[in-house]
């Protein structure tokens, strides 16, 4: 089971640090991806980390301002998001999937947690 938290009201060029805390033995066992979705759009591919944390790949859209890291023995991924602009405003959410290696295809991963909203304002 997979548990977003961290989001909330900030403003445009500050920073936040988000997580996604799992429950269970295996969460080593799982590459992570992080999505968003803001109003009226598609799910979008943000950022990934493979079951390591050796390997991370972001999106264009925040590639520079967003750094992936995660804690196995605490079970816990964090996207930290600087530079925060107003169209990072989305409900963001934690995946997971049982491979090495995370993908930016949000249909290939095998849970999903409840998301948390992030607004950012001017």
């Known amino acids: 089971q997979l548990q977003a938290s961290g989001g909330g009201l900030v403003q445009a060029g500050d920073s936040l640090r988000l997580s996604c805390a799992a429950s269970?033995?295996?969460?080593?066992?799982?590459?992570l991806g992080w999505f968003r979705q803001a109003p009226g759009k598609e799910r979008e591919f943000a950022a990934a980390?493979?079951?390591?944390?050796?390997?991370?790949f972001y999106a264009d859209s925040v590639k520079g301002r967003f750094t992936i890291s995660r804690d196995n023995a605490k079970n816990t991924a964090y996207p930290q998001m600087n530079s925060l602009k107003l169209e990072d405003t989305a409900v963001y959410y934690c995946?997971?999937?049982?491979?090495?290696?995370?993908?930016?295809?949000?249909?290939?991963?095998?849970?999903w947690g409840q998301g948390t909203l992030v607004t950012v304002s001017s």
């Open positions: 980390i493979n079951r390591s944390g050796g390997s991370t």
């Open positions: 269970g033995r295996t969460f080593s066992s799982y590459s």
């Open positions: 995946a997971a999937r049982v491979r090495d290696t995370a993908t930016m295809k949000y249909a290939e991963y095998d849970y």
